[in-house]
Nanobody, 115 residues
Framework: QVQLVESGGGLVQPGGSLRLSCAASGSIASIYRMGWHRQAPGKQREWVAFIFNGGSTNYADSVKGRFTISRDNAKNTVDLQMNSLKPEDTAVYYC?????????WGQGTQVTVSS
């Protein structure tokens, strides 16, 4: 009973920046962790970042120092600020929200990093 909608994807040159946003609705109070994953063509879905209710964050080594995840409880959104983008960052980016026994996913937004 959680709905997630991603936005902000697009085409960007290597070294550029992009900010993704995920809007959550439904049983928001039951969410203890939100995050971002990505899936490139021909590859398995890869974890990118988590943010927990207490505010702590975790990042995949491949994006650490370049990406920043944030959560705005008032707006019920989670963002992913992506800087210094590389072609290997090209993927469909998915927002997810975790409850104790459930996990919810958005439809994804395409990010393409190309010159």
């Amino acid at each position: 009973q959680v709905q997630l909608v991603e936005s902000g994807g697009g085409l960007v040159q290597p070294g550029g920046s992009l900010r993704l946003s995920c809007a959550a609705s439904g049983s928001i109070a039951s969410i203890y962790r939100m995050g971002w994953h990505r899936q490139a063509p021909g590859k398995q879905r890869e974890w990118v970042a988590f943010i927990f209710n207490g505010g702590s964050t975790n990042y995949a080594d491949s994006v650490k120092g370049r990406f920043t995840i944030s959560r705005d409880n008032a707006k019920n959104t989670v963002d992913l600020q992506m800087n210094s983008l590389k072609p290997e960052d090209t993927a469909v980016y998915y927002c997810d929200a975790a409850r104790v026994n459930s996990d919810y996913w958005g439809q994804g937004t395409q990010v393409t990093v190309s010159s």
